[in-house]
């Protein structure tokens, strides 16, 4: 199985803040990376797939790069209904795997 | 617009078995891949299988021989039978849609429904 690791784990920013967030997985997967948003007691948000499409409706703010085994999410001026976990998932082989998770907190 | 419904969870006894449904509407049910992922109590994301627009399927370690997934395109309801419940099957589980794209992407989930077991 592919092995899926996210940093931080967690990290608190400012409104207005340019945020990143890393995934690197144990082997190359090419570009199926995708970033997931949830929120506490919801389900789960597609925001990024193929490492760097923005989902439809999703805000401009996010975005994806990187191929291979290194990619990041970043959020530009961070809002605070971008408080939530994020989690990236390889969808290169089965089973898709998920990253542990990185929770974004506002200060 | 695309809506994933599931019902079945609730509290069972270790050893126990339940059937979770999801219904689905506002897409053609049959195109679509489908899967069920868990979340355990603050825990993180865990895949458990999926089903192709008709009888392939595949599973996670944890579960393979215990979780049987279904669907049943007639209904536009994809479910989950799992039997042989053990403490760390606790969770909440998610329907999902896949991608036509991308069968192991997943664009849509549902609400999740809650199992928990425990004696």
């Known amino acids: 199985d592919i092995q899926m690791t996210q940093s931080p784990s967690s990290l608190s920013a400012s409104v207005r803040d340019r945020v990143t967030i890393t995934c690197r997985a144990s082997?190359?997967?090419?570009?199926?990376l995708n970033w997931y948003q949830q929120k506490p007691g919801k389900a789960p948000n597609l925001l990024i797939y193929a490492a760097s499409s923005l989902q439809s409706g999703v805000p401009s703010r996010f975005s994806g790069s990187g191929s291979g085994t290194d990619f990041t999410l970043t959020i530009s001026n961070l809002q605070p209904e971008d408080s939530a976990t994020y989690y990236c998932q390889q969808s290169y082989s089965t089973p898709p795997t998920f990253g542990q998770g990185t929770k974004v907190e506002i200060k | 617009q695309v809506q994933l419904v599931e019902s079945g969870g609730g509290l069972v006894k270790p050893g126990g078995s339940l059937r979770l449904s999801c219904a689905a509407s506002g897409f053609t049910f049959s195109d679509h891949y489908m899967s069920w992922i868990r979340q355990a109590p603050g825990k993180g994301l865990e895949w458990v299988s999926y089903i192709s627009g008709h009888t392939y399927t595949n599973y996670a370690d944890s579960v393979k021989g215990r979780f049987t997934i279904s669907r049943d395109n007639a209904k536009n309801s994809l479910y989950l039978q799992i039997d042989s419940l053990r403490t760390e099957d606790t969770a909440v589980y998610y329907c999902?849609?896949?991608?036509?794209?991308?069968?192991?992407?997943?664009?849509?989930w549902g609400q999740g429904t809650l199992v928990t077991v425990s004696s």
């Open positions: 082997q190359s997967i090419s570009s199926n």
């Open positions: 999902a849609r896949n991608t036509v794209a991308d069968i192991l992407l997943v664009d849509y």
